[in-house]
């Protein structure tokens, strides 16, 4: 990835979550993937913070990442972009959820989830495996696997972003 | 004993890390590639509950009162724990914190450990220790209205959101919670008089030239006031003779009741190197004095 697309990426910004806090830096650093290739993905974290103000009201900062402690909420960035000159189809950009870390949802453009890392679709359509030898109802926790199919063909030069909302356990 | 309380936080120091990655397929080929790693270190957040485990009034006898208490480490780290505690006057004193190991209430020098520098060993995240902290009384009167222990983060206190760079486990951050890192519980004392019997001296000197100058020949009348705020099965009061004075004998008196210098019947005897006054059983809020006088050789 070059330093140009590298910067691109950032100035996409994060556009499908509100961030209060524009100012603040990422929590986590994106750097940009090593391998080659035409299409680059990139992966950032943000710690999100609810803080009660003195006039009862509650806003939203951003701290961190060093400063996550269980119970913060974090969305999961990932960021693409097509570097190559022609254009590609069939994008599918995967993440599985973090270990310590529980699903919540997406503020726009909802991935489709999977509870077992095979089987993916929208969230009240799976079921998870109970003790007794039944299923129940997915639950946003039991979601293991996020991806999102990238509709029509990604033009050369075109990038974008998809987030995730989840929590530290 | 230890209790731990289960608990689902990731603990402080905990490494977590994201990679997604990207699939295409073009043609008749499809490749996948991962994403940069980005990590998370879990900061280690600092809390910590500190409650009675009764609910007995409190009062302070001349043997000490034990008040048992409860320190919950209900941060997500490892974490030791200084104990501060402060009675609201001095009429008493803290003899010692120590860890309740056997649960007991109570401080059992075998069993349990004193905490000589006032902070508990590391507890594991949600690890609650018991405490007993033991109070002597200090005065005549226990006046005291109660007992404030406070506990803070051996690693830093202070309003929630405080951040200690790199203080946390594993080299994390370690951030203040919603207690600031801080638990205090008052614990109310009863004003019930401490048992604890008080003696008095008091002395006057009447020279044989009437003067009050210690000098030869002068004769030296000791008071003694035995104050016994509790009750006592076997109270006894003995005071030596000073060096360079003479026991006078027969001087020996028991609230103004002469007694005789022999071991004998009554409470009293005296010889040439002290007095002994035995008291016997004696009731709360009540006055001994005992009497007598020395020539000075």
């Given at each position: 990835?070059?330093t140009?697309?590298?910067?691109?990426?950032?100035?996409?910004?994060?556009?499908?979550?509100?961030m209060?806090?524009?100012?603040?830096?990422?929590?986590?650093?994106?750097?940009?993937?090593?391998?080659?290739?035409?299409?680059?993905?990139?992966?950032?974290?943000?710690?999100?913070?609810?803080?009660?103000?003195?006039?009862?009201?509650?806003?939203?900062?951003v701290?961190?990442?060093?400063?996550?402690?269980?119970?913060?909420?974090?969305?999961?960035?990932?960021?693409?972009?097509?570097?190559?000159?022609?254009?590609?189809?069939?994008?599918?950009?995967?993440?599985?959820?973090?270990?310590?870390?529980?699903?919540?949802?997406?503020?726009?453009?909802?991935?489709?989830?999977?509870?077992?890392?095979?089987?993916?679709?929208?969230?009240a359509?799976?079921r998870?495996?109970?003790?007794?030898?039944?299923?129940?109802?997915?639950?946003?926790?039991?979601?293991?696997?996020?991806?999102?199919?990238?509709?029509?063909?990604?033009?050369?030069?075109?990038?974008?972003?998809?987030?995730?909302?989840?929590?530290?356990? | 004993?230890?209790?731990?309380?289960?608990?689902?936080?990731?603990?402080a120091?905990?490494?977590?890390?994201?990679?997604?990655?990207?699939?295409?397929?073009?043609?008749?080929?499809?490749?996948?590639?991962?994403?940069n790693?980005?990590?998370?270190?879990?900061?280690?957040?600092?809390?910590?509950?500190?409650?009675?485990?009764?609910?007995?009034?409190?009062?302070?006898?001349?043997?000490?009162?034990?008040?048992?208490?409860?320190?919950?480490?209900?941060?997500?780290?490892?974490?030791?724990?200084?104990?501060?505690?402060?009675?609201?006057?001095?009429?008493?004193?803290?003899?010692?914190?120590?860890?309740?190991?056997?649960?007991?209430?109570?401080?059992?020098p075998?069993?349990?450990?004193?905490?000589?520098d006032?902070?508990?060993?590391?507890?594991?995240?949600?690890?609650?220790?018991?405490?007993v902290?033991?109070?002597?009384?200090?005065?005549?009167?226990?006046?005291?209205?109660?007992?404030?222990?406070?506990?803070?983060?051996?690693?830093?206190?202070?309003?929630?959101?405080?951040?200690?760079?790199?203080?946390?486990?594993?080299?994390?951050?370690?951030?203040?919670?919603?207690?600031?890192?801080?638990?205090?519980?008052?614990?109310?004392?009863?004003?019930?008089?401490?048992?604890v019997?008080?003696l008095?001296?008091?002395?006057?000197?009447?020279?044989?030239?009437?003067?009050?100058?210690?000098?030869?020949?002068?004769?030296?009348t000791?008071?003694?006031?035995?104050?016994?705020?509790?009750?006592?099965?076997?109270?006894?009061?003995?005071?030596?003779?000073?060096?360079?004075?003479?026991?006078?004998?027969?001087?020996?008196?028991?609230?103004?009741?002469?007694?005789?210098?022999?071991?004998?019947?009554?409470?009293?005897?005296?010889?040439?190197?002290?007095?002994?006054?035995?008291?016997?059983?004696?009731?709360?809020?009540?006055?001994?004095?005992?009497?007598?006088?020395v020539?000075?050789?």
């Amino acid at each position: 990835m070059t330093t140009r697309s590298l910067a691109a990426v950032f100035a996409a910004g994060v556009a499908c979550i509100a961030m209060p806090a524009p100012a603040a830096e990422p929590a986590t650093a994106a750097r940009p993937a090593t391998s080659e290739g035409p299409l680059t993905v990139t992966t950032r974290m943000m710690v999100e913070r609810r803080v009660a103000a003195s006039d009862g009201s509650t806003r939203t900062t951003v701290v961190p990442a060093a400063r996550a402690v269980p119970g913060d909420r974090i969305t999961v960035v990932v960021a693409y972009r097509n570097t190559g000159s022609a254009a590609l189809g069939n994008v599918v950009l995967a993440n599985p959820v973090p270990r310590n870390v529980a699903y919540r949802g997406a503020a726009a453009e909802a991935p489709e989830v999977s509870v077992d890392g095979k089987t993916y679709g929208a969230l009240a359509d799976l079921r998870v495996a109970t003790p007794d030898g039944g299923t129940r109802a997915a639950g946003a926790a039991d979601v293991t696997h996020v991806r999102w199919r990238l509709p029509g063909t990604l033009a050369a030069g075109q990038g974008g972003e998809r987030a995730f909302q989840a929590v530290l356990k | 004993m230890p209790v731990n309380t289960a608990r689902a936080e990731t603990r402080a120091g905990t490494l977590v890390t994201n990679v997604a990655t990207v699939t295409v397929r073009e043609g008749e080929g499809t490749y996948s590639l991962p994403s940069n790693p980005v990590a998370m270190l879990v900061a280690e957040r600092l809390d910590v509950a500190l409650a009675r485990t009764d609910d007995v009034a409190i009062d302070v006898p001349a043997e000490g009162a034990a008040i048992p208490l409860r320190l919950t480490n209900t941060g997500n780290g490892r974490e030791a724990f200084e104990i501060a505690a402060r009675p609201s006057d001095a009429s008493v004193a803290v003899r010692l914190i120590a860890i309740d190991a056997d649960g007991d209430g109570r401080f059992d020098p075998a069993v349990d450990r004193v905490l000589t520098d006032r902070r508990t060993p590391l507890l594991d995240a949600g690890e609650a220790v018991r405490l007993v902290v033991l109070l002597d009384p200090a005065a005549e009167r226990i006046t005291v209205a109660a007992l404030s222990v406070e506990a803070r983060a051996a690693t830093g206190s202070g309003p929630a959101g405080t951040a200690f760079a790199k203080a946390g486990d594993g080299g994390a951050t370690a951030v203040t919670g919603s207690t600031g890192a801080l638990a205090a519980v008052a614990v109310p004392i009863g004003v019930r008089a401490a048992a604890v019997p008080v003696l008095s001296k008091s002395q006057s000197v009447r020279a044989p030239d009437g003067s009050s100058r210690p000098v030869t020949g002068a004769v030296v009348t000791y008071r003694l006031e035995a104050r016994f705020a509790g009750s006592s099965a076997a109270a006894r009061i003995d005071d030596p003779i000073p060096a360079g004075t003479a026991y006078l004998p027969g001087s020996l008196m028991l609230d103004a009741v002469p007694l005789t210098d022999a071991a004998d019947d009554d409470a009293g005897r005296a010889d040439g190197r002290a007095i002994s006054v035995a008291l016997g059983p004696v009731g709360g809020f009540t006055t001994h004095t005992v009497q007598f006088q020395v020539t000075i050789r």
